[in-house]
DNA sequence: GTATGCTGCGTTTAGACAGCATGTC
DNA sequence: CTAAACGCAGCATAC
């Protein structure tokens, strides 16, 4: 029961030294942090709230968090929200948490007062083949936290092996080992596209020229010194960026416009033909608005050409109501009931992208439900259901379940329960929405430039939505300073709806709901300069849960 | 009766960079 | 199909 990493790491704090343990996962690092918690006698109290308030409704990872440190000992990984992260940095740093169980997130960039870094595995899984040995890199990267010259003159590096055998292959992959090279990766088509974009909207590449001198100063080139190779894949991600209109080609007949309207033959296996790798000169590249603007947004190409086939959609579902997807849009009593909404198309689009991998993985179990509420919402999406037997399926089906739960968001399910229902942590919630507000203003930028007002509208007030993880309804009172969800939530549901409700309502009332400072501040921003608000007679303010 | 532990089985598996413009509880 | 380990359910054991 008491295994090699418990002793290590109670042996560590009984030295008067601090550690760090790596393990391959979230779920081990939650663990082995609780397992080794409840062998310490250490007690912070003050550090045990702390955590766990960070959120208003704490979830049970949160809980689980505060019991660890209590005791001295954490867990850290890509799920934490970011003030979690920074309380135990601060406190390691301090010397009152003593061990941190973690993923890679500390393997590179920290400095910590770490003399022992203990190393549980250096396997983890992999899609290809199963559990797979690390690269050196990253074991030189974990190990190189212990040690570090502004806390400790010595660091030790220790990893956990199950077998002789397994010792013996260790020592000679990863102390003997030589550290991988780094490859370019320029030449992957999403990275390529996104950067050959930006360089033509810079308009440092504008011609042949420019074009094949840029990439010549490469470090892909300097490492592959295979240019005929590159050249093709430029010339088809050229192509592509041709036929999707963010850029223009003169004066080469093989990347001309002429053949936008068939993608199948960009796909075909003939995509450079002869000729094109060797162009004659004068070939002029030059960005459109539109492409401009999505290298300023920084956007996969890719993703961005999504996005507008999916506002043409749209559009077209609002010019005409009836269209026959609209005649069975969900429009009656019974839509109610979904837990997806009108918002369901644009979130499932914005989901559906390169950008927002990972995303939520759909579970064996929810495989039927997330089937559901795609047959419910089927009628109004603003893209085509690939095949069942698709490759791309799985993926389909994710976009489903990341879309429901930006659904779930926005429509005020808090943290504790998204955790329950999508698996899905508080920091990995916080960098979903970040992406999603990145991608939502992105289309309203390119909502803007392809003249659709009507949309835009509706676009911006799902951004706001998802900013504040709120209902429709509560847009009007969060255009108050000082108001967020659960204030604007409080006031809702007292019966304050709007800034007229707020006019008519009296400052008292108003102060026991959120407040004396912030009724005062409310009430001066809707132009009612409120000398004093009596003192309310009730102290605190009312508490949410009754609601 | 109840807390604890063991076994077997099914299920899951690390992380993080972009735009924009500031202020939630 | 690859592999380890987690979580949970069901059940045995110790008190």
Request: charged share 30%.
């Amino acid at each position: 029961m008491l295994d090699d990493t418990h002793k290590l790491a109670i042996e560590t704090i009984n030295l008067g030294k601090q550690a760090l343990i790596f393990v391959p996962s979230r779920a081990s690092a939650e663990k082995t942090a609780e397992e080794i918690s409840k062998l310490t006698t250490i007690s912070l109290h003050d550090l045990e709230q702390e955590v766990l308030k960070v959120i208003t409704f704490p979830t049970k990872q949160c809980r689980r968090l505060s019991h660890c440190v209590k005791k001295g000992i954490a867990f850290h990984h890509s799920g934490l929200t970011s003030p979690q992260k920074e309380i135990l940095e601060r406190e390691f740093r301090a010397g009152r948490i003593k061990i941190i169980c973690c993923t890679p997130t500390l393997a590179a960039g920290l400095s910590l007062p770490v003399y022992r870094v203990i190393i549980k595995s250096l396997r983890r899984f992999s899609e290809k083949s199963g559990m797979d040995w690390i690269p050196v890199l990253e074991y030189l990267q974990m190990a190189g936290r212990a040690g570090r010259p502004e806390y400790e003159k010595l660091g030790e590096a220790i990893v956990i092996t199950k077998t002789e055998s397994e010792k013996e292959e260790i020592y000679s992959r990863y102390i003997l080992g030589e550290p991988e090279d780094i490859y370019s990766k320029l030449a992957v088509e999403p990275v390529l596209r996104t950067y050959l974009l930006s360089l033509i909207s810079s308009r440092i590449i504008r011609d042949e020229e420019s074009m094949s001198k840029f990439f010549l100063q490469t470090f892909w080139a300097h490492q592959f010194q295979d240019l005929p190779r590159l050249t093709s894949i430029i010339n088809r991600m050229l192509k592509l960026l041709s036929e999707w209109q963010f850029v223009t080609v003169s004066g080469d007949d093989n990347i001309s416009n002429q053949d936008k309207n068939s993608l199948a033959s960009s796909n075909g296996p003939d995509f450079v033909s002869a000729s094109s790798l060797n162009k004659p000169l004068g070939m002029k590249v030059q960005p459109t608005a539109i492409g401009k603007r999505i290298s300023e947004l920084y956007l996969d190409p890719l993703t961005a050409r999504h996005l507008l086939d999916c506002l043409n959609q749209l559009s077209n579902q609002n010019k005409d109501p009836e269209t026959p997807e609209n005649l069975t849009k969900p429009n009656n009593n019974s839509s109610q009931i979904t837990s997806a909404s009108d918002s369901f198309p644009l979130l499932q689009m914005i989901s559906h992208t390169l950008e927002m991998r990972p995303l939520l993985r759909t579970k064996s179990k929810e495989q039927d439900s997330i089937q559901e509420e795609l047959t419910k919402n089927y009628s109004i999406l603003l893209e085509h259901e690939p095949n069942v037997y698709d490759l791309e399926y799985p993926e389909f089906i994710d976009s489903i379940k990341t879309a429901l739960f930006f659904c779930g968001w926005i429509n005020e399910i808090g943290e504790d329960y998204l955790l329950d229902k999508y698996d899905i942590r508080p920091g990995e919630i916080k960098v979903k929405l970040e992406i999603a507000d990145w991608l939502l203003y992105s289309t309203e930028e390119l909502a803007k430039l392809t003249i659709r007002r009507e949309d835009i509208n509706q676009i911006r007030k799902l951004r706001l939505r998802i900013k504040y993880g709120v209902k429709e309804e509560l847009l009007p009172l969060l255009k108050l300073k000082g108001v967020g969800r659960i204030r604007a939530r409080k006031m809702f549901n007292q019966g304050i709806k709007d800034l007229g409700d707020l006019k008519k309502v009296d400052p008292a009332n108003l102060s026991q709901i959120v407040g004396r400072n912030v009724a005062a501040g409310i009430k001066k921003q809707i132009g009612d300069e409120v000398k004093e608000i009596p003192k309310g007679t009730r102290k605190g303010q009312l508490s949410l849960s009754k609601y």
